[in-house]
């Protein structure tokens, strides 16, 4: 059983920051590329940045320059750091990892996704 379990979100103003963390337990062997998305009431499921295991990253233009997404290998955990929000930022975050699992029957590849955490940022 594989588990992502995000932390982090919250309340803030305008202008604020919030950093966002995602650690993954079971039994994973390795993870490729990790990444945090966020959905808004009525909007699809966006893609905000996204980490691979030698640290190259990519950003949404939204986000470019304002969040910064980092990963420790070791301990299989991703962060958000978020700066200058924007009450347009409001939203339920959630990282994803693309996994790869051991198993009694060799490896296995699993995309997985976190619970979700609120993030609201206010006026």
């Known amino acids: 059983q594989v588990q992502l379990v995000e932390s982090g979100g919250g309340l803030v103003q305008a202008g604020g920051s919030l950093r966002l963390s995602c650690a993954a337990s079971?039994?994973?062997?390795?993870?490729?590329?990790m990444g945090w998305y966020r959905q808004a009431p009525g909007k699809q499921r966006e893609l905000l940045a996204l980490i691979h295991r030698d640290g190259t990253s990519n950003y949404a233009d939204s986000v470019k320059g304002r969040f910064t997404i980092s990963r420790d290998n070791a301990k299989n955990t991703v962060w958000l750091q978020m700066n200058s929000l924007k009450p347009e930022d409001s939203a339920v975050y959630y990282c994803n990892a693309d996994l790869l699992l051991s198993g009694a029957l060799g490896l296995k590849g699993l995309l997985s996704w976190g619970q979700g955490t609120q993030v609201t940022v206010s006026t």
């Open positions: 079971g039994s994973i062997f390795s993870i490729n590329a």
